[in-house]
Nanobody, 122 residues
Framework: VQLQASGGGLVQAGDSLRLSCAAS????????MGWFRQAPGKEREFVAA????????DYADSVKGRFTISRDIGKNTAYLQMNSLKPEDTAVYYC????????????????WGQGTEVTVSS
């Protein structure tokens, strides 16, 4: 599984961005797609995850109500809609995938995209 993240940029607080994660192949029923982020000097942290076959979604408390994860099965693409962005959302955002149970721990994800940078100015 190869992943390609895109959509990052420089925005102001309160603005919105939509990140995309295009995958080479996603035909596994047990696949879980996740978004993670890593701010300078901090560890990589969970943002959101979705079970590709549908039915299970989870968000970090810090983004609940502001971010929405979704996927387009026909396009093999996952999205992260980010609204009401805050300066503390500034980070490099990564999409990742794993096969198996629904887990949000970064080290449990085997496949990673290259990351896309999001900068939110105040």
């Amino acid at each position: 599984v190869q992943l390609q993240a895109s959509g990052g940029g420089l925005v102001q607080a309160g603005d919105s961005l939509r990140l995309s994660c295009a995958a080479s192949v996603l035909t596994f029923s047990s696949l879980v797609m996740g978004w993670f982020r890593q701010a300078p000097g901090k560890e990589r942290e969970f943002v959101a995850a979705i079970k590709w076959s549908g039915g299970t979604i989870d968000y970090a408390d810090s983004v609940k109500g502001r971010f929405t994860i979704s996927r387009d099965i026909g396009k093999n693409t996952a999205y992260l809609q980010m609204n009401s962005l805050k300066p503390e959302d500034t980070a490099v955002y990564y999409c990742a995938a794993r096969l198996g149970s629904f887990i949000t721990t970064p080290r449990m994800y085997r496949y990673w995209g290259q990351g896309t940078e999001v900068t939110v100015s105040s």
